[in-house]
């Protein structure tokens, strides 16, 4: 894909990213930002890219060891905002 | 093929979905759902699209990460919640370090190199930044864990000169990325300079972060959330890869705006809290 359709896509995702939580309720701020953080581990696609080559053992094992980073922030990203939102509808059922 | 960038542009879409349903009460557990499914979608097509050398490895690598990462969110007491979502931010940091270094170690593995055999200037300029940006996402998100735990005192430090200070590194590390941009490969110098790139960012991000007090803390959890997003899509320019460019401006954004929302609802001023202790009764702690 050549440069300026990459940026094109890019700045697009800058406008969604901009207008969609405009709208969030102040109790919600922090399992968003837990959300957040989940998906910012999407980082690991470049992770994997780097632990699938053979070319350079270093770099192969820098990019396992992001596998292993990223991965921690995922399933404990996901789980963690799992949890603030199960506590925040006990307290709207009270 | 299309159906590769077909597949991330869905998962893409998906984390749109994620934040949108995390805005509103209603929503927000199909929201995380969503989110899931995201991320399952954009590893799944990784490692079906790419020739893997070792699956083990990369399967073993996922089991731990993951294992860890559930077992800790599930036996965290709520009151440390926020200190652990800085935690973990501090590896988002250090994942995008590891991939930059590991880009710049196997450029070929990347596709980023010219006719020559040199790394194409254009991927040069954007590891620079992704790995400068996840330098400074990781040690500052290391200080903003040590701050809300209580291992580091939450009450300002302030360096004097420190606006200089920290204006000269960020300067330093930009000149630094243009001097990288154009040596050539072998040259004098090109190695050390982006591991010295490196070695700045992870100070600044140090210096950044530690004039905030205590209470602004969750802003600049947020804040670095933006700044996780920023790394993994100048990654993303540096592979071509859409999913990443997708997710990393749509959480730097979306970061951004929510660290500005929260500032808002606080009362306080949004640069000064950014900026670190402008004003006298700034950070409080």
Known sequence: MDFISILSIFVMACFVGYYVVWSVTPALH?????????????????????????GSAIAKYLG??????????????????????????????? | SPWVSLAYLVAGVFFILALRGLSSPETSRDGNRFGMIGMGIAVITTLITHDIANIVEIIAAIAIGGVAG??????????????????????????????ALAAWLNPEAFGILDAT??????????????VAIGAITFSGSVIAFLK???????????????????????AAILGMIAVYTVSPEGGPGEGWLFLAITVLAFIIGFLLIIPIGGADMPVVVSMLN??????????????????????????????????????KAMNRSFISVIAGGFGAESGGG
Not at chain 2, 155 to 168: A, K, Y
């Open chain 2, 70 to 99: 559930f077992v800790i969110a599930r036996k965290i007491k709520m009151t440390d919640m926020p200190q652990l979502v800085a935690a973990f931010h501090s590896l988002v940091g250090l994942a995008a370090v590891l991939v």
């Open chain 2, 226 to 263: 933006s700044y996780s997003g920023w790394a993994a899509a100048a990654m993303g320019f540096t592979l071509s890869n859409t999913a990443m460019i997708i997710t990393g401006a749509l959480v730097g954004s979306s970061g951004a705006i929510l660290s500005y929302i929260m500032c």
């Open chain 2, 117 to 130: 055999g040199q790394i194409l200037a254009v991927s040069r300029v954007e590891m620079g930044l992704g």
């Open chain 2, 148 to 170: 809300l735990n209580g291992n580091m005192s939450g009450s300002p430090i302030m360096l004097p000169g420190r606006h200089v200070i920290n204006l000269g590194v960020l």
């Open chain 1, 30 to 54: 922090t399992p968003l930002m837990a959300v957040t953080n989940a998906i910012s581990s999407v980082i690991i696609v470049g992770a994997l890219i780097a632990s699938a080559e053979a």
């Open chain 1, 64 to 94: 396992l060891l992001a596998v292993v980073f990223a991965s921690v922030n995922i399933f404990g990203g996901f789980a963690v905002t799992e949890r603030m939102l199960a506590m925040y509808k006990k307290k709207e059922r009270k």
